[in-house]
Every structure is written in C-alpha cells, then in structure tokens.
C-alpha cells in the first residue's frame, strides 16, 4: 500500500499512527458532542440519512472486493480497494456528523413522530425494536473502538510492514466489514421513522 520502495518504515508508521491517535480523538469527540450541540443553518440536511447509508453500503462493497484481491494475491486491487472504502468510510463520518449537528435523533418505533416512543409505539413494534437497538449498539460501539484499529492497520500496509499489516488486519477487517454492513440494515429499519 505504500510508496514504491518496499523497505519498512517505521519512522513514517510512527508519524501516521500518532496522527490516527489524533483522528481518532477528534471523530470521538464529534461524534459524543453531536447529540448534545445542535446547529442552526439555511440548509436542510434532513436528505443525509440515505446518502451516508448509501456510503456505508458502498465500503461494504469495496472491502469483500479487498478481501476478494488480496486473496487472490491482486495487490493493487486491493489497495485500490481499500483506499475506496476508506475514502466512502470518511464521507460517511462527515455526512453522519453533519446530519446529527443539525437534526434532530429519531427513535425506532416513533410512528407519531414526536421525539418518544410511547408504551403503544412499542408495543405496536415488537421485539423489532429490541433487534433494532442490539443492531444499533453493536453498530455505534464496534464503530467507536475499530476507527483507531482501522488506520493502524492501513499505517503497517502503507509503511511495507505487511506481516504486522497481516496479524492486525485479520481481526480489524471483520469488524470493519460488521460496521459497514450495519450501518444501512440500521437505516432501513429506522426509514419509516423519518419524516
């Protein structure tokens, strides 16, 4: 994955993972203040939700190519497809972050759309609400604790340490691919809860 010269560096690795320490804070930290900080502006973005689960959908497309080109030894593929799905990856945090700073959250079962869901919403939904909120957790928890592990992973690639990329990525990819796919199951069960 990473420059011509295939000698490691690991003074380079050193600089970039400090930087994903640094990333991964900050996305934290955004993500954490979004629920609380909400931001007025002269545009919607009420239209987001389908385009960052779209984006979403799209990684997940990428890594099984990825998964697909490394084990069918197509390196260039590979990286090329892991670029993809870091690149779809990122304009999903930036579409998710901005829909949460200038919307309001809405609630699976809140078929009256006024921000609860009522015992009678519940009810009315079932035991999908429960299937929805053990998606959801899984979702937003593996999310939180992957990002750091999934730029770590890429710095052994890019840096041309690819046994220490190999040892990590075995363990960072699935989590990765359990976060992508998700994330729009997650959007089209919440779907008939936008307004």
């Known amino acids: 994955m990473g420059n011509n010269n295939l ?30 900080i909400k931001i007025e502006t002269a545009i919607d973005f009420s239209f987001l939700p389908p385009f960052h689960s779209s984006l979403n959908a799209l990684a997940a497309v990428a890594l099984i190519a990825a998964l ?10 590979h990286r090329n497809s892991i670029y993809l799905a870091m690149a779809l990856s990122a304009m999903f945090l930036l579409s998710y972050v901005v829909y949460h700073f200038t919307n309001e959250a809405v609630m699976f079962g809140d078929a009256d759309f006024n921000g609860e869901v009522s015992p009678a919403e519940k009810a009315a939904v079932g035991g999908k609400r429960t299937i929805y909120l053990i998606l959801l957790a899984t979702h937003v928890i593996l999310a939180a604790v992957i990002l750091p592990f999934i730029l770590l992973t890429f710095n052994r690639a890019f840096t041309n340490q690819f046994d220490r ?3 990590i990525a075995r363990y960072v990819y699935p989590l990765w691919l359990y976060v992508a796919i998700t994330g729009p199951i997650c959007y089209l069960m919440l779907r008939p809860y936008y307004q």
């Open 7 to 36: 000698q490691p560096n690991k003074a380079l690795e050193k600089k970039l993972n400090i930087l994903s320490v640094v990333i991964s804070i900050v996305v934290l930290a955004l993500v954490g203040m979004m629920r609380r």
């Open 68 to 77: 697909y080109f490394i084990k069918n030894k197509n390196m260039k593929a």
């Open 165 to 167: 990329h190999k040892k």
